[in-house]
């Protein structure tokens, strides 16, 4: 039988062992969010991702893109890049042009070129130009996301802003 | 007086199973302390790698040779030159970079575009770091298509 003095003994070295597995469980779960966040992309490698990706995505060029004008089909003759195409559309539509007008020809083209280059994330693409004149494409935008954006000039000379944002889901 | 008993010296045998669960408890802590350091230190080599990765698309997102001086805009007539592998090389020597790699420039409009260099025999079971970039590839008469910058690094000497 174990005497009193050692009971005692035994009893702390419970508490301390209690106390040591608390401890060690912090450490290891921090050991494993260190190997999880290696593995992840960092924000600067998002945000440089982003960054290049709207610069790729401007400057591809579409043929024949299309959209209509009331009940009558528009067709951009020949090709612009996607950055024209985007400053157009901006025009078009603070010219009271629906941006329903403006499908799978015209906007279905560019999202085709932007989930090509997105790698796997998610994207939008929104454009504003003067006037509070904006549309987007792509679906709404999360609280966690990189962003880039450009200036352009617009046909009469106004600045337009393209900002793309990604984000993983 | 006896000096020891069953408690044998100074009680010794009743403070054993104590001094064992204290053992139990500091070894599992230090164990915890060591797989930290481990993760801490190969996390530290990872990004440090994958850095090194990074400045490699860096480099050939800006080459003048290959981009006609359009940063990101790669010449598909260019990339199509048998010299292109070996000034890709000559750039970008392993040696240097202190890994082994595998480059690929593709098209994503479907096109069959594909350059690739490779400068060694890929190990299987190693460690690899791949790191992409969004590009583009002209094609002729100013049309300009989506692309992919893809490098594949290994044998990472530090």
């Known amino acids: 039988m174990m005497d009193r003095r050692g009971q005692s003994a035994l009893f702390d070295a419970m508490a301390f062992l209690v106390i040591m597995l608390v401890a060690s469980t912090v450490v290891f779960a921090y050991a494993g969010a260190l190997r999880r966040d290696a593995e992840t992309s960092t924000t600067a490698g998002e945000m440089a991702h982003t960054q290049e990706m709207l610069v790729a995505l401007l400057r591809c060029t579409v043929a024949n893109a299309s959209y209509t004008d009331g009940a009558e089909p528009v067709v951009h003759s020949g090709e612009a890049s996607v950055e024209i195409l985007l400053l157009e559309e901006l025009a078009l539509v603070g010219g009271g042009l629906s941006n329903e007008s403006f499908g799978a020809g015209y906007n279905g083209r560019i999202a085709t070129i932007a989930a090509s280059l997105a790698e796997g994330r998610t994207w939008t693409l929104v454009c504003s130009g003067p006037g509070s004149v904006s549309f987007s494409v792509g679906p709404e935008l999360p609280e966690e996301r990189s962003a880039a954006s450009v200036q352009a000039a617009m046909g009469d000379g106004a600045r337009a802003g393209i900002t793309l944002y990604t984000w993983r889901e | ?158």
């Open chain 2, 1 to 158: 007086m006896p000096r020891w008993g069953r408690g044998g010296v100074g009680g010794f045998t009743e403070e054993l199973p104590a001094m064992l669960v204290v053992l139990v408890a500091v070894s599992l802590f230090v164990a915890s302390l060591a797989t930290a350091h481990s993760s801490f230190v190969e996390r530290e080599r990872w990004l440090d790698r994958r850095e090194s990765v990074s400045s490699v698309l860096g480099l050939l997102w800006s080459d003048q040779e290959l981009t006609e001086g359009h940063a990101g805009m790669y010449d598909a007539m260019t990339l199509a030159d048998e010299n292109s592998t070996s000034y890709v090389v000559s750039i970008l020597s392993p040696a240097v970079l202190g890994f082994q790699y595998r480059l690929e420039i593709t098209s994503l409009d479907g096109k069959d575009l594909n350059f690739t260099v490779e400068t060694g025999q890929r190990p299987t079971g190693k460690p690899t770091v791949v790191e992409s970039s969004p590009c583009n590839i002209l094609v002729g008469q100013g049309h300009v298509e989506p692309g992919l910058v893809r490098i594949t690094a290994w044998g990472f000497v530090r």
